[in-house]
């Protein structure tokens, strides 16, 4: 729709301003959350860092080699291809593995399960209020083109620089995911007043990754390792997301059977 601005001659895209004040409503929300719940922040704080590197590196990284089917980068041209954010070539499984990495270390250094089910609500309650945001930018940044429509729904152009100028219209997943997202931080919050329970938001991320895969269905993109079940085409993100849901749901189980 609106895919940058300009400011003092420069470019700047509507994703980076909103992995911007994203990464602020998270650091905010954390900070807020652990001083309530009487966590130490810095746990958190001093890991950002290495976890950001490493989501970047692996969503490069994946996204490169299954475009090019190139998994070992034997030469610093091809290293510099990866590394190089041009074009913002990134994949969804990347980050979802990035994410698994970091979630799990993280996790594995907290012994007490009481801990670990704060930790999950401060996480995902903070997730929650940045990707809120994160995706209305996304929806401006166009270089995700999804399902064209000319429904009621459609959302178009806003600029001559706009990927969107080659269709009439695309849906605005993005917005849908935002508004799934907002659905399920209410009726989790409901949930947790009504059992007086305060780690629900296992379920969140089981849920967030449902709305992933049926977004992923009206999706414009490359797929790969394609099957079709019923006429509708999975590739590897629903693969992994899949698992990824099993894992959560396994896990939360454990950790409701648990009281220490």
């Known amino acids: 729709?609106?895919?940058?601005?300009?400011?003092?001659?420069?470019?700047?895209?509507?994703?980076?301003?909103?992995?911007?004040?994203?990464?602020?409503?998270?650091?905010?929300?954390?900070?807020?959350?652990?001083?309530?719940?009487?966590?130490?922040?810095?746990?958190?704080?001093?890991?950002?860092?290495?976890?950001?590197?490493?989501?970047?590196?692996?969503?490069?990284?994946?996204?490169?080699?299954?475009?090019?089917?190139?998994?070992?980068?034997?030469?610093?041209?091809i290293i510099m291809a990866i590394l190089s954010p041009q074009n913002f070539n990134f994949h969804f499984i990347g980050l979802l593995i990035a994410s698994w990495i970091c979630m799990f270390a993280f996790f594995s250094s907290i012994k007490r399960t009481e801990n670990k089910k704060i930790w999950i609500d401060i996480f995902f309650f903070a997730f929650a209020n940045s990707l809120i945001i994160f995706w209305l930018f996304l929806t401006l940044w166009d270089s995700v083109v999804w399902t064209p429509t000319d429904s009621i729904f459609a959302i178009r152009a806003l600029t001559?620089?706009?990927?969107?100028?080659?269709?009439?219209?695309?849906?605005?997943?993005?917005?849908?995911i935002s508004t799934g997202i907002l659905a399920i931080h209410v009726?989790?919050?409901?949930?947790?007043?009504?059992?007086?329970?305060?780690?629900?938001?296992?379920?969140?991320?089981?849920?967030?990754?449902?709305?992933?895969?049926?977004?992923?269905?009206f999706q414009h993109y490359p797929r790969h390792w394609l099957i079709t079940i019923w006429s509708i085409s999975f590739d590897i993100k629903q693969y992994l997301s899949f698992f990824a849901i099993i894992y959560c749901i396994i896990t939360a189980i454990k950790w409701e059977r648990k009281r220490f």
């Open 1 to 77: 729709m609106y895919p940058y601005i300009e400011l003092f001659g420069s470019e700047i895209s509507m994703m980076t301003i909103g992995a911007i004040i994203a990464a602020i409503i998270f650091l905010i929300t954390t900070w807020i959350l652990t001083r309530r719940n009487h966590q130490d922040f810095l746990k958190l704080f001093y890991r950002l860092p290495g976890w950001i590197i490493l989501s970047y590196l692996l969503w490069r990284y994946i996204a490169f080699s299954l475009e090019t089917g190139i998994f070992f980068p034997n030469s610093s041209s």
């Open 187 to 217: 009726i989790i919050s409901l949930l947790g007043i009504l059992l007086k329970k305060n780690w629900l938001w296992m379920w969140w991320i089981i849920g967030i990754l449902i709305i992933f895969n049926i977004a992923f269905l």
């Open 160 to 176: 001559d620089n706009s990927n969107l100028n080659k269709f009439d219209g695309v849906y605005p997943i993005w917005l849908f």
